[in-house]
């Protein structure tokens, strides 16, 4: 009786050392078509720490331009592997639409004198 | 060298006029096509600050039945710092309102074409110069090819009225990028195979089982012996629980293509659902074997299919009789 407790306890000591070595959650899921798209376009597949990387990066610029830190993450998430890796590596260069009130100072002046010669169209209606 | 004052005034006032004279472009790049269109259904929501992006994308997502604000858009898509919103989070915020962005070829006729199908097109414009950018988004609801102009929701302007030349030359300093809002299961006019699957593919994650399926079907319906195609919606099926229909769909991606390896990985994710681990990790073994020879990259993901499959066990018969009764068919 006692051995047979005895035992018990060794044999759930043994599982349960042995689960510690495993990782909590299995990795495996099927693999996405987005993924097959970026295949195709690339030739190669941003590895799983070099996807972390990206978007931790864009994270923080993301921050770093203000925004919210409550909705950064879900904005994040809605983008695949090489969006995160163009705006990771060019997020100042790409072109934000915004508005004609952010142009200013000197921009500003040869845009309008632009627009009155009729070369530019930001300022004129038709 | 003496010119006179009067002389540059004249100058000035002959290019002007030439300015003026301009000749129409519209009849020249697309004669054929003489009919106005105009949505005039088109809703407006006129922009506040810096946030042409929120507005213009709330526009064309009212459009495809997305109830929303450009409020509501504002903490999806603008960045403070840039004073202005990024074409990529335009098309992510499409997939977060569980819709498929598609970017339409950079081309008029391609425009037009949306159009004539009722849709809108959200387009990127320069309004400055190469070297002196001024981005601007709007929505383009009309073309009228007599009045040689185009019809915009713009800024705070409901009905802006741009010359063509004006138009295009503004377009094309943004490289013709422009989007429409696909419900999932709706085709572009003039879809080529790889924009669509690849729209459709970017937005698997942001979409349910259920819009998958129907955007994926109707690629298929389209591009039967598509093949990304076919892989979606067998992805969709089997993110919807239908096994034996996910099986059967990945099963004839692989006859197709007989050495696709991530069709062999999500088969054998596929089999490990219906619990038939031995023939999963057949199939899954085949997938990293093909990997290894043509696709290195997909050495990761199919070690973590065979890493999660869990040891063989009594149900291998019924799988058999299963795999059999596949066959026969």
Aim: glycine residues 6%.
């Amino acid at each position: 009786m006692k051995n047979t407790f005895k035992k018990m306890v060794v044999m759930l000591l043994i599982l349960s050392m042995s689960l510690l070595g495993l990782p909590a959650v299995s990795l495996a899921a099927p693999i996405g078509t987005d993924t097959l798209v970026q295949l195709d376009q690339r030739g190669e597949l941003l590895s799983r720490i070099q996807t972390k990387l990206a978007r931790d990066d864009v994270r923080a610029q993301f921050l770093e331009r203000g925004v919210s830190p409550t909705e950064v993450d879900a904005r994040i998430a809605a983008l695949s592997t090489e969006e995160l890796q163009t705006l990771s590596m060019q997020l100042d260069e790409l072109p934000a639409g915004g508005s004609l009130l952010a142009v200013v100072g000197v921009v500003f002046v040869v845009l309008l004198i632009l627009d009155l010669v009729g070369v530019t169209n930001v300022f004129t209606r038709v | 060298m003496g010119v006179s004052p009067r002389a540059l005034i004249a100058a000035a006032a002959l290019s002007l006029a030439a300015c003026a004279a301009r000749p129409p472009v519209l009849p020249s790049l697309m004669p054929q096509v003489t009919a106005p269109v105009e949505l005039r259904d088109t809703p407006f929501f006129p922009q506040a600050e810096y946030q042409c992006g929120p507005a213009a994308l709330a526009t064309v997502l009212n459009t495809a039945g997305v109830e929303i604000e450009p409020d509501g858009l504002v903490s999806q898509v603008y960045v403070p710092a840039k004073r202005g919103s990024l074409q990529i989070e335009l098309l992510a915020a499409t997939r977060r309102a569980e819709r498929i962005p598609y970017r339409i070829e950079p081309a008029l006729a391609a425009l037009r074409a949306e159009l004539d199908a009722g849709r809108p097109v959200l387009i990127l414009q320069n309004l400055g110069l190469d070297f002196m950018p001024v981005w601007h988004y709007a929505v383009v609801v009309g073309i009228d090819p007599a009045g040689d102009q185009l019809i915009l929701r713009s800024g705070v302007e409901r009905r802006r009225l741009s010359r063509a030349a004006d138009f295009l030359r503004s377009w094309e300093m943004a490289a013709n990028w422009g989007m429409v809002v696909l419900r999932p299961g709706e085709m572009p006019t003039r879809a080529t195979q790889k924009r669509l699957l690849a729209a459709i593919a970017l937005s698997e994650p942001m979409l349910s089982p259920e819009a998958r399926q129907r955007a994926y079907r109707a690629a298929l319906d389209r591009w039967p012996a598509s093949i990304n195609a076919r892989f979606g919606y067998a992805h969709a099926l089997h993110a919807a629980g239908e096994l034996a229909a996910a099986e059967s769909n990945y099963r004839a991606v692989i006859n197709q293509h007989p050495r696709h390896a991530a069709a062999f990985n999500n088969l054998a994710e596929v089999l490990k659902d219906r619990g038939c681990y031995t023939q999963a990790g057949i199939v899954a073994g085949r997938a990293l074997v093909i990997a290894t020879e043509d696709q290195p990259a997909l050495v990761e993901p199919i070690s973590e299919t065979l890493r999660g499959l869990p040891a063989p066990s009594g149900g291998a018969d019924r799988c058999k009789q299963a795999e059999q009764s596949f066959q026969s068919r």
